[in-house]
């Protein structure tokens, strides 16, 4: 889309509807092309994410751990949803240009 900045792009890219298993999926699906430290990398944001959705699910947690858990979540999920998000407009554009 013309005239949108670098800036609106990034806005567009955290509002994507993938889920943490739609995430995992796609990373498992590509596993053989990337590099072991991206993998590693991607595999830590996972754990994390996983880890502070399960926190925040326990009974009884104070609002600071609550509030630690959310941030946890929410950041690692972003990265996940950002990685994705660009795989799949690569995916999308390598497919284009193929069929060109």
């Known amino acids: 889309m013309p005239g949108i900045t670098?800036?609106?792009?990034?806005?567009?890219?955290?509002?994507?509807?993938?889920?943490?298993?739609?995430?995992?999926y796609y990373i498992d699906f590509i596993r053989e092309i990337?590099?072991?430290?991206?993998h590693e990398r991607l595999t830590a944001s996972i754990y994390y994410a996983t880890r502070g959705r399960l926190t925040l699910r326990w009974e009884g947690i104070t609002e600071e751990q609550r509030h630690a858990a959310t941030l946890l979540y929410?950041?690692?999920?972003?990265?996940?949803r950002d990685f994705t998000t660009r795989l799949i407009r690569?995916?999308?554009?390598y497919s284009r240009t193929v069929d060109e």
């Open 34 to 38: 990337l590099t072991d430290e991206v």
């Open 74 to 80: 929410e950041h690692n999920l972003s990265i996940l």
């Open 6 to 24: 670098i800036q609106d792009n990034r806005v567009q890219e955290q509002r994507t509807p993938y889920t943490l298993e739609d995430c995992v």
């Open 90 to 93: 690569d995916i999308k554009e």
